[in-house]
Every structure is written in C-alpha cells, then in structure tokens.
C-alpha cells in the first residue's frame, strides 16, 4: 500500500510502524517472531500505515526520530531532526575539539549506550569557567542535547521562540540525562540569553528556518503538510534569521568564538556576499575567528 503511494522507503515505513505496534526495536521483528499479530494489533498498525499513506510522517505517527544514535521525542510542534544536521553536530564537537579545552568523547552510536562515562575531562578541569554552547531555535532540543550529552563540562542555552517547541527540548532533555546542564530560553534568537555572557559564547549552533518563502508550497507533502512552517520558511531568500542572528551572535561569541549555520546548497554565497561582514572568511567576531558555513541541506 505506501508502495503503490509512492512512499520512498515503503519498507522501512511499514517496518519500523509494525515494531512501533508491537513495543519492539525493528530489528526485533527478524529476531522474534511476530506470525502471531493478534487482531487488535492488525487493526492498530493498518490504521498507522493508512496514515503513513495519507503522507504523514513516520515520526509523528511513532512519536520518535532518531538523531546521532539517541531516540528523540517529535511532535508536531517540532521540526523532525535531519540527518545531515548530524554534520551539524559534528563540526561542532570539531570546533570544540580543536580548541583544546575539552576531550571529545567517542560515540558508539547504539541504543543504550548513549554518553560514554569515559569522556576526558583533562582539557577541562583546567579551564575555571565552562564552556558555553548556545543552540538557537532548538525546536526538539536534537542539536542541544547531542551536545551536552557529548560535552558534560559544557553548559547549554537552548532557545526557540516557541514554548511547545521547548517543553518537547525539556523532554527529551530528561530523557538522556542532561536536564541540569541545559537552559532553556523561550525568545525571538538571542535575546532571552542573559547579558552577563556577552563576548563569552564559544560556539553558536543554528539549525534556524532557511526555506524561501516561495518554496515552501512545493515542498514534498509530508514536509510541507505535517512540520511546522514557523521552523521552515525563512522568508524571500530564506536568509531573513540569518541576517539578523549574525550581528546579535558577534556581540556573545568570545574572541576566536564559532558560528555554525545550516543551511541549504547555494545559500552559502548569498550568505558569505550579502549577510556576513567583509569577505567572510575572517570576519565578525572582531575579525578574530572564521564564520565557519555549514552547507547541509533539508
Ligand atoms: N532541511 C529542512 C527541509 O526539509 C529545512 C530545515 C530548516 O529550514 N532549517 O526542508
């Protein structure tokens, strides 16, 4: 049925619905066996894949998308974290990394396992005042939580201009143990951060909306039908939060501070040309650091 709607991946929808259904990991339907649906079961997961087939998104139905190996809670309120945003969180942990201040954790991946204790503090014990990460427009809190989880000397500022978006962050914030060393900040960008840490941020991550106005009627169905527009459309160019996030972001990154910026494919020259001060390879930021361009896309 998703096949004949044209569902890119109708197996795995269908998979990952059925173990959805049966309280299992997918992986548990080739392990166990599963002949044995009884009726009221049936009649839950063809009421799911009907759904699926209307074109609502997986993640909505299951209530969870996985992002960097751990189970987020979405919903409707919230964008359903990408992929590529895991780029994201990678240059990021690079960023943090090369810095010398912290020793990143590796990151199996699995289930279960989710922030190694074994992380090395060594970098940081040295460092009096913790490192500072800022998430704007956290929406489910994917990019926040990573983050802390990955960096436990870090303290976190999760911001969205919506409070649904960030009792969904708060959530899964308690879900992987990170609740205590994430704020969570309702406002439009950076202004609910407190004054205090002006000029002391050391890395920005934005995941802000960057479709243009007019794209945002062709996007596929189940983007466009199902996710909030409010985390998508970025106005003419799509560069409209940007624009105003770079200035307010030089005024609390720290000296040789990073911004990081998803963004979509050709939004980068538009951005380097039109929003970012100078040439914007060592730029902003007092001209001390390199505005780092993230190009992710959708
Ligand atoms: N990558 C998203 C898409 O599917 C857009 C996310 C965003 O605007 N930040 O279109």
């Known amino acids: 049925m998703l096949?004949?709607?044209?569902?890119?991946?109708?197996?795995?929808?269908?998979?990952?619905?059925?173990?959805?259904c049966l309280g299992m990991e997918r992986v548990g339907l080739y392990v166990n066996s599963y002949k044995d649906l009884n009726p009221e079961a049936g009649q839950r997961y063809?009421?799911?894949?009907?759904?699926?087939?209307?074109?609502?998104?997986?993640?909505?139905?299951?209530?969870?998308?996985?992002?960097?190996?751990?189970?987020?809670?979405?919903?409707?309120?919230?964008?359903?974290?990408?992929?590529?945003?895991?780029?994201?969180?990678?240059?990021?942990?690079?960023?943090?990394?090369t810095?010398?201040?912290?020793?990143?954790?590796?990151?199996?991946?699995?289930?279960?396992?989710?922030f190694p204790s074994r992380t090395s503090f060594a970098n940081c014990d040295r460092e009096p005042s913790p490192c500072r990460i800022v998430d704007v427009g956290t929406g489910s809190g994917a990019i926040a939580v990573s983050l802390a989880g990955r960096l436990p000397g870090a303290k976190v500022y999760a911001l969205d201009i919506s409070?649904?978006?960030?009792?969904?962050?708060?959530?899964?914030?308690?879900?992987?143990?990170?609740?205590?060393?994430?704020?969570?900040?309702?406002?439009?960008?950076?202004?609910p951060l407190p004054g205090e840490i002006r000029g002391a941020v050391d890395l920005i991550a934005a995941n802000l909306p960057y479709v243009?106005?007019?794209?945002?009627?062709?996007?596929?169905?189940?983007?466009?039908?199902?996710?909030p527009h409010t985390a998508l459309d970025g106005g003419h160019d799509g560069l409209d939060f940007y624009?105003?996030?770079?200035?307010?972001?030089?005024?609390?990154?720290?000296?040789?501070?990073?911004?990081?910026?998803?963004i979509a494919p050709g939004q980068g020259e538009k951005l380097t040309q039109t929003v970012l001060p100078g040439d914007g390879s060592a730029c902003g930021n007092g001209g001390k650091g390199p505005w780092e361009l993230s190009p992710c896309r959708t």
Do not use: W
């Open 212 to 227: 243009p106005s007019g794209e945002i009627p062709g996007l596929m169905p189940d983007v466009g039908l199902y996710e």
């Open 163 to 191: 409070l649904e978006a960030l009792s969904v962050a708060r959530v899964n914030a308690q879900r992987h143990g990170v609740a205590d060393r994430i704020v969570f900040l309702c406002g439009d960008l950076l202004g």
């Open 99 to 114: 810095r010398g201040r912290f020793s990143v954790s590796h990151f199996s991946g699995s289930r279960g396992e989710l």
């Open 3 to 20: 096949k004949e709607k044209g569902m890119d991946s109708p197996r795995l929808d269908a998979e990952v619905l059925l173990a959805h």
């Open 46 to 97: 063809f009421s799911l894949v009907e759904r699926r087939g209307r074109g609502e998104p997986v993640a909505y139905i299951t209530g969870v998308k996985e992002f960097m190996g751990l189970d987020f809670t979405v919903t409707p309120d919230v964008l359903i974290p990408r992929p590529e945003t895991e780029l994201l969180v990678e240059a990021a942990l690079a960023a943090i990394a």
């Open 243 to 262: 624009r105003r996030l770079i200035p307010m972001a030089e005024s609390f990154l720290r000296p040789g501070g990073t911004l990081l910026m998803e």
